[in-house]
């Protein structure tokens, strides 16, 4: 997906009816001073899709998924903790910080990502539906 201004952009495949992902999207809304990232909820048809076309359950909500694409338009799959550290680092400034986790076996990454993902409803709670983004960031949601 490349933006009009011909930067490279990436998508972040989130849980649309989940409290703390709904907080997530915010904060890198907030933070993503480039507009580099794109949204889409997996309870969404191109959210589905894009699941689906990276060999993930559209109906796990403990999917995550990050499509980054280069100048040439070519994609980049990450998933889980590799995609909540590459969203992270992707920020820039301060949050670069956040590679160093990858010290972190991705076997144990992932495995403490599941494990969260699995009690996010519990802790922080889940909509009935997914949230309608604002006016001013609709063009960043597919």
């Not at 998924?65 to 889980?80: K, T, W």
């Not at 991705?106 to 802790?123: E, P, T």
Request: glycine content about 10%; overall charge positive.
């Amino acid at each position: 997906m490349m933006a009009s201004d011909g930067k490279a952009h990436a998508i972040v495949v989130f849980d649309g009816v989940c409290a703390f992902c709904n907080g997530s999207i915010g904060f890198l809304l907030r933070h993503d001073n480039r507009q580099r990232y794109h949204f889409a909820a997996m309870q969404s048809e191109p959210g589905r899709r894009l699941l689906l076309d990276n060999g993930l359950n559209p109906d796990d909500p403990a999917s995550f998924l990050l499509v980054e694409y280069d100048q040439a338009g070519v994609p980049r799959i990450s998933s889980d903790s590799e995609a909540a550290l590459r969203v992270l680092t992707g920020l820039g400034g301060v949050w670069r910080l956040a590679g160093v986790l990858r010290v972190v076996p991705r076997g144990l990454r992932d495995g403490m990502y599941r494990w969260f993902a699995r009690n996010r409803y519990r802790w922080f709670g889940r909509h009935d539906s997914c949230t309608i983004p604002a006016p001013e960031v609709r063009h960043r949601f597919l």
